[in-house]
């Protein structure tokens, strides 16, 4: 259970630091959940649980 938890998290960062690199090219959420390898649906919210914003809107905060 905790090493689930531990792995999901991993994958959430994985996906939020390809966000970092890559905010200035033309990604979206298909790109960012591909590389946590989630639905768009569960990534959503899994991110959002993390990082209190949604994929998008940390997208959006990060380009500004």
Do not use: C, M, W
Not at 14 to 38: P, R, V
Not at 45 to 59: A, C, H, I, M
């Amino acid at each position: 259970e905790q090493y689930e938890k531990i792995y999901l998290y991993k994958r959430i960062v994985t996906a939020k630091l390809y966000i970092d690199n890559h905010f200035a090219n033309n990604i979206n959420l298909d790109n960012i959940s591909e590389q946590a390898h989630f639905s768009k649906f569960h990534f959503i919210r899994l991110f959002k649980s993390v990082y209190g914003l949604t994929p998008k809107n940390y997208l959006i905060k990060t380009r500004i």
